[in-house]
């Protein structure tokens, strides 16, 4: 297996965890990058927990050694498409993994997540790991 991924947040916690799937499949991957929406998430739960320096050390170094996407209006362009594509479905995906999806669309980066309602999102490449 190769290619290019961009990593859902559950993933992330699933390599802190030290799964051994996702390292195998990491270790084979060309290219894997992080969303700074990902961070986010990461550094609301650490600060949740009952480790928060521990935990912010762990995402920090991630966050250096990693190639971390931001938003920028194309991906919010791509956001209200997947938006509006979710709502005439009747299909309520929550809001940051919209964002998520839409900068996996804009980078045509395959999503590597294990949440199921990525796959109502007709243009978005995804993998469960």
Wanted: aromatic share 8%.
């Amino acid at each position: 297996m190769s290619g290019s991924y961009l990593l859902d947040t559950n993933i992330v916690i699933a390599l802190f965890a030290r799964d051994a799937v996702v390292e195998d499949r990491l270790g084979r991957a060309d290219s894997v990058f992080v969303p700074s929406i990902v961070l986010g998430e990461l550094y609301y739960g650490a600060h949740k927990s009952t480790r928060v320096q521990a935990n912010i050390g762990r995402i920090e170094e991630l966050a250096a050694q990693s190639a971390v996407l931001s938003c920028d209006a194309d991906t919010a362009r791509h956001y209200g498409q997947i938006k509006n594509e979710l709502r005439h479905k009747g299909r309520p995906v929550p809001e940051n993994d919209i964002w998520i999806a839409a900068l996996s669309i804009q980078h045509d980066l395959k999503l590597v997540t294990r949440d199921a309602h990525f796959a109502d999102v007709s243009e978005l490449g995804f993998e469960n790991w």
